[in-house]
């Protein structure tokens, strides 16, 4: 089967945020998003000093979609007003739907803060439908036992499955919008299809390394958009990559955002700082701060 063509490739801006080194492929001025896929941030990789100060992300609100984070190293301490805790370590994943609002932090645990490591985490946004921006807030958080690291049929990869299906496999995560999400590990050598069904829209970026689709070449810190021309992507490696590859159905409605805010119309945004401002995403608890 023949791969889908690209239509266009995007480098990742560099976007530092305090010292955290940032690079972001998705917003850009050539490309508001990839529908439903609104941000995304490549944090790292870098490594932290003993005695730092950690991630700077504390307590913020959400409303409207889902925020999907990927620590590829280091741990992430997630806590939120929905009554979520958790310690992510290095391969796991969370995937928070913001719905109709919380407030949340994701910041370093003690032990990070103190003994400093590698730190590298990706954080992707997916928008929700207007049919869905108002649902209870949910959060999964997944160790990296938990999620499938599912064999290429060549053997020369790996497909770490966190949402969808893959070789008769399924993630732990079940989508609301049935998204297919996972990172693509290959090896010098490799050649993968991976699924990507006419009419849905799909993520690639590359992280790390090089590969080439479809005779072009893709380097790391890059993002790929595709032709609607067929059900696969080929990817072919020549040396180790790490891929962020998911796909979707396009939502097609507008967007409205304002800050960490997503919705269709301008009113539902003050309508969401408002409720923020009276207090309204305060869920079922306090905030603990559980990276103190």
């Not at 620590?71 to 979520?84: F, N, R, V, W």
């Not at 719905?99 to 932090?105: E, F, K, P, V, Y």
């Not at 020549?238 to 796909?247: K, R, T, W, Y």
Request: one cysteine or more; charged letters at 15%; glycine letters at 10%.
């Amino acid at each position: 089967m023949t791969s889908r063509t690209i239509a266009a490739v995007h480098a990742a801006i560099r976007d530092d945020i305090a010292d955290l080194v940032t690079r972001r492929p998705v917003p850009a001025a050539d490309l508001p998003q990839v529908d439903p896929f609104l941000f995304l941030n490549h944090h790292g990789p870098q490594v932290y000093a003993a005695n730092n100060n950690g991630l700077p992300f504390g307590p913020h609100p959400h409303r409207g979609f889902e925020t999907v984070t990927f620590i590829l190293s280091g741990t992430l301490a997630h806590h939120d007003t929905g009554g979520h805790q958790s310690v992510i370590a290095a391969g796991g994943v969370q995937w928070m739907t913001a719905g109709s609002g919380l407030i949340h932090a994701e910041v370093s645990p003690p032990d990070f803060k103190q003994t400093g490591g590698p730190l590298e985490i990706l954080q992707l946004w997916v928008n929700l439908p207007s049919r869905l921006k108002m649902t209870p807030p949910r959060y999964t958080g997944v160790q990296a036992d938990g999620i499938p690291a599912l064999s290429t049929p060549d053997g020369a990869g790996t497909v770490n499955l966190v949402s969808g299906s893959f070789v008769g496999q399924k993630g732990p995560i079940r989508s609301l919008t049935d998204v297919f999400m996972a990172t693509v590990q290959l090896y010098p050598g490799a050649r993968v299809e991976l699924p990507a069904p006419c009419g849905r829209a799909v993520l690639f970026y590359v992280v790390s390394g090089r590969v080439a689709v479809a005779g072009r070449e893709v380097d790391q810190w890059h993002l790929a958009t595709f032709n609607d021309d067929s059900d696969t992507v080929m990817v072919e490696a020549s040396e180790d990559a790490v891929l962020l590859f998911g796909h979707a159905d396009p939502i097609n409605e507008p967007v409205v955002a304002h800050g960490p805010f997503v919705m269709n119309t301008r009113e539902e945004i003050g309508e969401a700082i408002r409720d923020y401002q009276a207090g309204r995403f305060n869920g079922t608890g306090p905030l603990l701060d559980v990276g103190a």
